[in-house]
């Protein structure tokens, strides 16, 4: 996870002549950054509890006994996964894609003439 304190971020913005539209440097610049940080948290808070308690509640209303073998953890190890093994499929082919480009001369090939 990523962590970072609101106030350093902030001076961080004033030092580099940033700024955010509609709020003053310094506190307020500070202030807007902690309540825009919590509202993200609250998302992701709850989002994680629902899928914590999504097998349960999916178990208890079907009255599939077998369904808290799958936990909201296990759920999201294997979303995880599968996510990160579509980026890396599609990372392969996007590099073999340009490989057949500079293999065929389009990009990296000599000039003919």
Do not use: C
Request: a positive charge; zero cysteines; glycine letters at 14%.
């Amino acid at each position: 996870s990523i962590v970072f304190d609101p106030k350093d971020v902030a001076k961080n913005v004033r030092d580099s002549g940033g700024f955010i539209p509609g709020v003053r440097p310094g506190k307020p610049t500070a202030d807007y950054i902690s309540g825009v940080l919590n509202r993200i948290l609250l998302v992701g808070a709850v989002f994680l509890s629902a899928i914590a308690v999504l097998p349960y509640l999916f178990a208890w209303v079907s009255g599939i006994r077998g369904m808290y073998l799958i936990g909201g953890t296990s759920l999201l190890i294997v979303v995880g996964v599968g996510l990160d093994t579509i980026m890396q499929i599609e990372a392969h082919l996007v590099m073999r894609h340009y490989e057949s480009l500079t293999k065929s001369g389009g990009l990296l090939g000599r000039r003919k003439g």
